[in-house]
């Protein structure tokens, strides 16, 4: 249990917030339109950053530094399901009021996924 609560328990409340941020009807700030635009796409970047690192730490075995397999999958494994779950939360969009399920906020997502995956792999090779 407390193996859980350490590793898994912030994945899943990150994930809850995401879900419920996606939830929320035509989510927009009071700013004008380029910014509130360049506000939610720099929030779907930290998101999905931040969502890569938890899922990272959850699967990351620091008794296997010195045969970084493990931790090599881990590496991928937290890329492959935080992607999937952006494409879930899309799709959970299309259900929601005044908001839509993007491809290209799915590719919006990969970027945050991709700058956790690149900072990662450089702590790694040092």
């Not at 910014?35 to 699967?59: C, G, P, Q, S």
């Not at 690149?118 to 040092?126: N, Q, V």
Request: hydrophobic letters at 50%; one cysteine or more.
């Amino acid at each position: 249990m407390k193996f859980f609560l350490k590793k898994w328990l912030p994945v899943i409340l990150w994930m809850t917030l995401i879900f419920f941020l996606s939830a929320q009807p035509g989510l927009k700030s009071n700013l004008p339109f380029i910014w509130d635009f360049i506000l939610r796409k720099f929030v779907h970047i930290f998101e999905y950053f931040i969502l890569y690192l938890l899922f990272f730490y959850a699967l990351y075995s620091p008794c296997c530094v010195k045969s970084n397999n493990k931790n090599i999958k881990a590496l991928y494994l937290s890329a492959l399901f935080s992607f999937v779950y952006a494409i879930s939360d899309e799709y959970h969009q299309r259900f929601v009021f005044q908001r839509c399920g993007c491809k290209t906020d799915v590719f919006i997502d990969s970027i945050g996924i991709l700058i956790g995956y690149w900072i990662i792999k450089r702590k790694m090779i040092k």
